[in-house]
Each structure stands twice: as structure tokens, then as C-alpha cells.
């Protein structure tokens, strides 16, 4: 009976020589795709994201492949717990790699982003190709480079790009095979041959929001690094399919429409009517209008009345307007050498800060750098109740 044993184990050892000796013959790889997790959630999920700044985002890779003598494909990965495409894998078709392979794939990560970020593109309705074509590049990710789980914390400049939507694509590589995670090359189309002006679905998209205290900006902060589309568009009429939506680009009121949407308040009607109601006949919403000039450091009418910021008169949120050029008030701010020392002071001047994406991605900056030194002041009083 012993000896049987040892034989049984010397059977088994073989086994897994013959198994490590023949692995680079025995397994195909397929595709690669990237999963994440949040908050050390149970499950990992190829389904792209969106996260609040505070979370915990963790990434991984995984590389469907085809293992001799097996019918299926099965999925090689360091996770044992998948979602993809939103179905739950058996945990029999999830083998990790060193049951399969003598090492580790050489795996390389890059982040996806536009070509020219800092300009804006102009759809064309009426032509053949109506929409802008924005142009993408794949930028490597080098500290990244062979890790299997990463920490979104980890990744360069994540401070100059969260929070906002970033794209991300891994490379596999195995011997002489390559599997990769779709990439800059899928684009959208509207029925099937028209550019939709981006990337698709398919391409995992991370959507960080942000921590300000306000809902709304917390979710316009999402739409950083998207490029700006002055006439962004719809291709049905409908909201679900406008380019927004499909994170493709927008302008300031496109995205602002968006964060509401994001909170369940249904801003679509309003898409033509934003900034200033009464520019288009529309009356049913009441709102705060005030113009203001800039006087020393500090905004005010021109009877020279101060404008106080709050929840009742004005406050985050709300727009600022200069002609064309559209903000949102983002951040109340002090001077640095005044006895609130760069923090709130409750009133508008020249040190508060807003966002704005009038001629190129959003970013953060004064009113008077992005506006000048007279601007209206507009408030819709039932605008987005929940915020």
C-alpha cells in the first residue's frame, strides 16, 4: 500500500513536469482584458468605472486563453473572482497562471488619452461625416510595467488628472503571442460606418469624482480630460445617445446636464436653454440675475453693493457668465495674507475659483483669468433641488 502511494505521487509529480515543460505549446492566448475592483469589493469587473476621489480603485489583467485538450476558453488571471461582459464566471473556468505557465506574461499597461487635449473640436451637421473626428494616442505607463494588481493611487500624475475619465489599455505578452485589451483603435460608430467622434464601450474607461461638498460639481469633475466639442450633438435626438453621454466630449452645459442626469434630475430639455432661460423664450424657471463688475479685489453691482455667497443668494454650483464664455463657481477663496488666510471669506472676488472649459478641457482657474472683470451672475432657484 505504501508503495502504491509513492508510485501515485511520482505519477503526479511527472505530470507537472510534463505540464511545465510543455506550456508555452499548450496554451493560446486570446484577448486580454482589465478588471477593477473598489473599496476591496468581493467581485472584480471588466465594466468600466466610476469612483468617488476617497475610494480604493484596484486593477488587474486578465487574458482569455485556449489551453490544449480543453473546449472552452477559460480566463488566466490572479483574480479568482470575475465579472465580464456582467456575467459572473465560474470559478472552474479561472485558472491562475502558474497552473498553465513556467512565469508570468510580460504585461504592459497604458493610459489612452486625446491627442490635443487642449483645443476644440466642431461637428459638421448636414455633411456626409457630421461629426468631429477627435484623435487619440496611447501614453506607456512605465512604473506599471509587469504588475498584475496596481492601485490607481499609484499612477503618475494622477493629481494633474483626477479626479476626471481617463481610458486604460494592457498588453500581454507571452513568448512570440500578443493579447491585448481594446485600445485608441475602437471607435464609436452610429450604424456601424459613421465616426461618432471617440472611443466606444468597449475601451475600460475610469470615472473619478470629485470631493468638494457639492454633488454637482462633484460629478461635472468626471468630465475633466474630455476634450470640448463646441456643438456637441446627439445622433438620434435622444440624450442617450449624445456624445456626452457616450463620454466622447461636450461643453460646459452638455456636461452640466450630465452631473444632473447623474442624480437622477432630467436637465435634457434645457440643453438649448442654459445659461440664460429668457435668450430662448423660456420662462417657467425662475432664477437670480445679477450683472457685476470688478472693483479693487472684490465683485460688486453697480450701485456698489457686495455680493454675499451662500445657499439663499449664490453659491457653488452656479453659472457666471461673460458673453460666450460660461463657469461655474467652484471654490470660495480669500487672499493668503488676509485673517481668512486663502479660505472662504463668503464673498465674491477675484481669488475665488471656477470651472470652465470655454476653449479648451476643463480646468480650474479665477474668475478673472477665464471671465475678466464683468460678468452676470445667474441662479436658478428650482435649479437641481437635490444639491
Same mark, same amino acid.
Given at each position: 500500500?505504501?508503495?502504491?502511494?509513492?508510485?501515485?505521487?511520482?505519477?503526479?509529480?511527472?505530470?507537472?513536469?510534463? /505540464?511545465?515543460?510543455?506550456?508555452?505549446?499548450?496554451?493560446?492566448?486570446?484577448?486580454?482584458?482589465?478588471?477593477?475592483?473598489?473599496?476591496?469589493?468581493?467581485?472584480?469587473?471588466?465594466?468600466?468605472?466610476?469612483? %468617488?476621489?476617497?475610494?480604493?480603485?484596484? +486593477?488587474?489583467?486578465?487574458?482569455?486563453?485556449?489551453?490544449?485538450?480543453?473546449?472552452?476558453?477559460?480566463?488566466?488571471?490572479?483574480?479568482?473572482?470575475?465579472? *465580464?461582459?456582467?456575467?459572473?464566471?465560474?470559478?472552474?473556468?479561472?485558472?491562475?497562471?502558474?497552473?498553465?505557465?513556467?512565469?508570468?506574461?510580460?504585461?504592459?499597461?497604458?493610459?489612452?488619452?486625446?491627442?490635443?487635449?487642449?483645443?476644440?473640436?466642431?461637428?459638421?451637421?448636414?455633411?456626409?461625416?457630421?461629426?468631429?473626428?477627435?484623435?487619440?494616442?496611447?501614453?506607456?505607463?512605465?512604473?506599471?510595467?509587469?504588475?498584475?494588481?496596481?492601485?490607481?493611487? !499609484?499612477?503618475?500624475?494622477?493629481?494633474?488628472?483626477?479626479?476626471?475619465?481617463?481610458? +486604460?489599455?494592457?498588453?500581454?505578452?507571452? %513568448?512570440?503571442?500578443?493579447?491585448?485589451?481594446?485600445?485608441?483603435?475602437?471607435? *464609436?460608430?452610429?450604424? %456601424?460606418?459613421?465616426?461618432?467622434?471617440?472611443?466606444?464601450?468597449?475601451?475600460?474607461?475610469?470615472?473619478?469624482?470629485?470631493?468638494?461638498?457639492?454633488?454637482?460639481?462633484?460629478?461635472?469633475? /468626471?468630465?475633466?480630460?474630455?476634450?470640448?466639442?463646441?456643438?456637441?450633438?446627439?445622433? !438620434?435626438?435622444?440624450?442617450?445617445?449624445?456624445?456626452?453621454?457616450?463620454?466622447?466630449?461636450?461643453?460646459?452645459?452638455?456636461?452640466?446636464?450630465?452631473?444632473?442626469?447623474?442624480?437622477?434630475?432630467? +436637465?435634457?430639455?434645457?440643453?438649448?436653454?442654459?445659461?440664460?432661460?429668457? /435668450?430662448?423664450?423660456?420662462?417657467?424657471?425662475?432664477?437670480?440675475?445679477?450683472?457685476?463688475?470688478?472693483?479693487?479685489?472684490?465683485?460688486?453691482?453697480?450701485?456698489?453693493?457686495?455680493?454675499? /455667497?451662500?445657499?439663499?443668494?449664490?453659491?457653488?454650483? %452656479?453659472? +457666471?457668465?461673460?458673453?460666450?464664455?460660461?463657469?461655474?463657481?467652484?471654490?470660495?477663496?480669500?487672499?493668503?495674507?488676509?485673517?481668512?488666510?486663502?479660505?472662504?471669506?463668503?464673498?465674491?472676488?477675484?481669488?475665488?475659483?471656477?470651472?470652465?472649459?470655454?476653449?479648451?478641457?476643463?480646468?480650474?482657474?479665477?474668475?478673472?483669468?477665464?471671465?475678466?472683470?464683468?460678468?452676470?451672475?445667474?441662479?436658478?432657484?428650482?435649479?437641481?433641488?437635490?444639491?
Amino acid at each position: 500500500m505504501h508503495q502504491i502511494k509513492i508510485v501515485r505521487i511520482l505519477a503526479v509529480i511527472f505530470c507537472v513536469f510534463i /505540464l511545465c515543460a510543455t506550456c508555452f505549446a499548450q496554451v493560446q492566448l486570446l484577448e486580454a482584458a482589465i478588471v477593477g475592483n473598489i473599496n476591496n469589493g468581493k467581485y472584480w469587473s471588466n465594466s468600466s468605472l466610476i469612483a %468617488d476621489k476617497g475610494d480604493i480603485l484596484k +486593477l488587474s489583467a486578465v487574458v482569455t486563453a485556449r489551453v490544449e485538450n480543453m473546449y472552452s476558453p477559460l480566463y488566466l488571471s490572479e483574480i479568482y473572482q470575475l465579472v *465580464m461582459d456582467h456575467d459572473t464566471i465560474a470559478s472552474g473556468k479561472v485558472i491562475p497562471f502558474k497552473k498553465v505557465l513556467v512565469k508570468l506574461p510580460e504585461l504592459y499597461w497604458y493610459r489612452i488619452e486625446p491627442v490635443n487635449i487642449d483645443t476644440f473640436y466642431l461637428n459638421h451637421p448636414g455633411n456626409v461625416t457630421p461629426f468631429a473626428v477627435i484623435p487619440y494616442h496611447e501614453v506607456p505607463i512605465p512604473g506599471w510595467t509587469n504588475q498584475w494588481i496596481v492601485d490607481l493611487r !499609484s499612477l503618475p500624475d494622477k493629481d494633474q488628472l483626477l479626479p476626471g475619465t481617463i481610458w +486604460l489599455k494592457v498588453e500581454v505578452v507571452l %513568448d512570440r503571442q500578443f493579447a491585448v485589451s481594446p485600445g485608441y483603435e475602437n471607435r *464609436m460608430k452610429v450604424y %456601424d460606418t459613421i465616426d461618432f467622434g471617440g472611443l466606444n464601450h468597449k475601451v475600460f474607461r475610469i470615472g473619478i469624482k470629485g470631493r468638494t461638498g457639492c454633488i454637482f460639481i462633484d460629478n461635472i469633475l /468626471l468630465y475633466r480630460n474630455l476634450p470640448v466639442i463646441i456643438n456637441p450633438l446627439s445622433w !438620434s435626438g435622444s440624450w442617450d445617445e449624445h456624445q456626452t453621454s457616450h463620454w466622447i466630449g461636450g461643453n460646459l452645459v452638455s456636461f452640466m446636464i450630465a452631473a444632473a442626469e447623474m442624480s437622477d434630475i432630467k +436637465l435634457w430639455n434645457y440643453l438649448d436653454k442654459l445659461p440664460l432661460p429668457e /435668450l430662448n423664450f423660456f420662462d417657467v424657471t425662475e432664477y437670480y440675475r445679477k450683472n457685476v463688475y470688478l472693483n479693487d479685489d472684490i465683485f460688486t453691482t453697480e450701485e456698489g453693493e457686495t455680493i454675499g /455667497l451662500n445657499k439663499i443668494i449664490y453659491d457653488k454650483g %452656479d453659472i +457666471l457668465l461673460n458673453n460666450d464664455r460660461v463657469g461655474i463657481l467652484y471654490e470660495d477663496r480669500s487672499p493668503i495674507n488676509s485673517e481668512h488666510g486663502g479660505g472662504p471669506n463668503k464673498i465674491l472676488d477675484r481669488y475665488d475659483l471656477i470651472l470652465e472649459c470655454n476653449y479648451h478641457s476643463m480646468q480650474i482657474t479665477t474668475i478673472e483669468q477665464s471671465l475678466g472683470d464683468t460678468i452676470q451672475l445667474i441662479r436658478w432657484k428650482n435649479r437641481w433641488k437635490n444639491y
